[in-house]
């Protein structure tokens, strides 16, 4: 993995780097030492050191007992419950390939739920499930998130007409606290094989953890290369040296843009396995940074895609923007433009040559459009899209992210405003304790 700010030349140099020099090293000592805000939450830090080898080899043990019995796990969670494994998987392995083979194994379909309300798309997937040999992974942290709890209930309930109860428990894989919680109760009344997350990692910095490693080992995804990939980031990010660290530089540029105005972040992609990636991704900085009334707002788009949508607007909308591109450099699969009799579309000149060939400079006359148009640009560059690299460039940006909130000066590890919608949402619901509450507002919006 390679971080460059070559395309951001022009907007800041070096100068600016190594005056953010001190202001890295002081949100480095923080965060190491574990006086910075929010402290209880860094256990993601040395995770892939000191993570538990027992769980992870239970958690191995389960995925391939899943495989067997199910065509179809459904996962249920939201935000940091369910973002991770689904970026994994979407990146890792293909949907236009559902059904395929992993070391001589099926690998079931994965379905989400629990991450909306939305009657239509459960009602499909409940039909899914209905019509399928399927297990549930219901995974919250608090265990007590209204969105998946709902959700569990449905499947639960159709697990139990299906199977019965006792066969309903050996399909249900819980992943929740440790000893507490409306989750964490429910399993062990009913004896269901339960993971822990750790209480000192964050739901956005918890896909390393059982709540993104289980499902992403049904996936027939290595675990371990993923551990082994973050732990080198960890290693190769440690070095407070801003000229040594390009995960500090990136941090460090996106302060820099911030102060000058560039308030969005665009991360764009120009291979679709990282559209996942990125919902991913605007998680973690959207819920750690944007607080106090501070923040970059955080963005995504697909490219080429997106170059005939919101690319207008990033050429030459309002140049608050900068953008981070991630590149793969390797595509692992590719095609060669087949010849024509005659050249009515014009495109002889690209005969014989392949898609990453173009995918490649459509990426170089991007950047530089936009660079040329007011928009600084910054690079990742991965090699190639495998589970190693999932851990690696995963860890990168946790580890940018809490640098970035501590220069930013937020607390990178809570989410207070997320409970303003829950509070609304139970008022207006009913739930008992809310009644006064729900009254005034459903008087406020009558009156609005
Ligand atoms: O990052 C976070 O902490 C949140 O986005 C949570 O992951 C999300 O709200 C789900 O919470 P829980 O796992 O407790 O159900």
Request: hydrophobic share 35%; charged share 25%; net charge negative.
């Amino acid at each position: 993995m390679n971080f460059s700010c070559r395309y951001a030349g022009g907007f800041f140099g070096r100068e600016e780097m190594e005056n953010l020099q001190d202001l890295v090293l002081e949100a480095h000592n923080r965060l190491h030492d574990g006086t910075g805000e929010g402290s209880d939450y860094t256990g993601w830090l040395d995770l892939p050191e000191t993570y538990n080898r027992e769980e992870v080899e239970r958690i191995k043990v389960a995925a391939k007992e899943i495989r067997e019995k199910a065509d179809v796990l459904i996962v249920i969670g939201i935000g940091g419950s369910y973002l991770g494994a689904k970026a994994a998987i979407r990146m890792l392995t293909s949907p236009l390939r559902p059904f395929c083979k992993c070391g001589g194994q099926k690998i079931p379909k994965i379905f989400f739920a629990g991450h909306n309300i939305n009657g239509p798309y459960v009602k499909d997937v409940l039909e899914i499930a209905e019509n399928n040999d399927f297990a549930i992974n219901v995974i919250s942290k608090s265990g007590t998130t209204t969105e998946p709890a709902i959700a569990f209930r449905f499947f639960k309930d159709l697990l139990e007409r299906k199977y019965g109860k006792e066969g309903a428990r050996e399909r249900i894989y819980v992943t929740t606290d440790k000893e507490k919680g409306a989750l964490f109760s429910l399993a062990e009344a009913e004896g269901y094989e339960k993971f822990v997350v750790p209480d000192n990692v964050g739901g956005r910095y918890s896909v390393l953890t059982p709540v993104g490693l289980l499902p992403i080992a049904v996936a027939g995804i290595d675990i371990d290369d993923m551990l082994r990939g973050a732990r080198d980031e960890m290693i190769a990010s440690s070095d407070p040296n801003l000229d040594h660290n390009p995960c500090y530089q990136y941090a460090a540029a996106r302060n820099i843009l911030y102060r000058m105005g560039k308030t969005t972040e665009v991360l764009a992609n120009f291979d679709g396995r990282l559209q996942y990636f990125a919902e991913w991704w605007k998680q973690l900085y959207g819920e750690s940074e944007g607080k106090d009334g501070k923040g970059i707002f955080p963005a995504s788009v697909n490219f080429s895609t997106d170059l005939h949508s919101v690319g207008q607007y990033i050429q030459d909308g309002l140049r608050n923007i900068f953008e981070t591109v991630i590149y793969v450099k390797t595509p692992d699969g590719d095609v060669t433009i087949p010849g024509m009799e005659g050249n009515i579309d014009g495109l002889r000149y690209l005969e014989g040559r392949n898609l990453s060939e173009v995918n490649e400079n459509a990426f170089l006359g991007a950047i530089m459009a936009h660079k040329d148009g007011g928009v600084p640009c910054l690079v990742i560059e991965m090699e190639e899209l495998n589970a190693y690299n999932f851990g690696k460039v995963v860890y990168f940006f946790e580890k940018a992210c809490a640098i970035s909130g501590y220069i930013l000066g937020v607390n990178p590890f809570d989410q207070p405003g997320v409970e303003a919608y829950k509070k609304n949402m139970f008022a207006l619901l009913g739930k008992p304790g809310y009644e006064e509450e729900g009254v005034k507002l459903r008087e406020r919006i009558k009156n609005l």
